[in-house]
């Protein structure tokens, strides 16, 4: 769990510029996972759900990244 400050000041929505509302946008505070655990609040959930974000395993940290330059 982080507070709204630490997410900021870590710079979890990324190194650029914040959009303009952001703050009002974040809650209080901000669960991120560290497994591949989830909780859903039923099991209809867990069936419509194919993917889910806000963790810090490897897997979800590490973005395939494609460059293609034109000569």
Not at 18 to 24: A, C, I, S, Y
Not at 40 to 68: C, D, N, Q, S
């Given at each position: 769990?982080?507070t709204k ?10 190194t650029?510029?914040?959009r ?24 209809f959930?867990?069936?419509?759900m194919?993917?889910v ?10 973005i ?7 000569k």
């Amino acid at each position: 769990m982080l507070t709204k400050d630490e997410a900021l000041s870590e710079r979890l929505f990324g190194t650029g510029n914040d959009r303009d509302g952001l703050e009002d946008m974040i809650g209080d505070y901000i669960a991120l996972a560290i497994s591949d655990k989830s909780i859903f609040i039923t099991h209809f959930h867990t069936r419509e759900m194919r993917g889910v974000h806000a963790g810090l395993t490897e897997a979800e940290r590490r973005i395939p990244f494609i460059v293609i330059e034109k000569k």
